[in-house]
């Protein structure tokens, strides 16, 4: 007991140490560390829970190799920009070539954003809430 007081006086008398004050600054999450996730809308409520775009679904890049298929439903929770670069891998010659199909995702943002001059990520929100 006495060292226990002796403790809590010394914490009392040297105050809150500066590691417990600090803040930790996390970086913005960047889709190909060009388009940040945070400032997509999703203009249609009822696909909230279906487009994974901001929050913890916030990517650097489309290849996190989750296990999106293990249960049902849990697909919706795959980051949007990951199952379009998954459905670029079909057709017998590109089955499992998912590095292709992501380089193929980042030039094809690339040339959204010199074309429009806004983030990709919006305008593959758009298309996806118009089909």
């Known amino acids: 007991p006495l060292n226990i007081k002796m403790a809590e006086e010394q914490w009392a008398e040297e105050g809150v140490p500066a590691y417990a004050e600090a803040e ?19 203009n249609d409520i009822s696909l909230n829970d279906y487009i994974a775009v901001k929050d913890r679904h916030a990517v650097y890049l489309p290849h996190p190799a989750g296990r999106y298929a293990a ?3 849990r697909k919706a929770q795959c ?32 040339i959204i954003h010199l074309l429009t001059g806004e983030n ?11 089909s």
């Open 79 to 110: 980051p949007i920009v990951e199952r379009m670069t998954n459905s670029l891998m079909m057709h017998g010659r590109n089955n499992g070539k998912k590095l292709m199909a992501v380089r193929i995702m980042r030039h094809s943002f690339e």
């Open 120 to 130: 990709p990520l919006q305008i593959l929100v758009d298309a996806i809430v118009n």
């Open 24 to 42: 930790v600054d996390t970086p913005e999450v960047k889709l190909f560390g060009k388009w940040a996730c945070d400032e997509v809308q999703i």
């Open 71 to 73: 249960r049902r439903f």
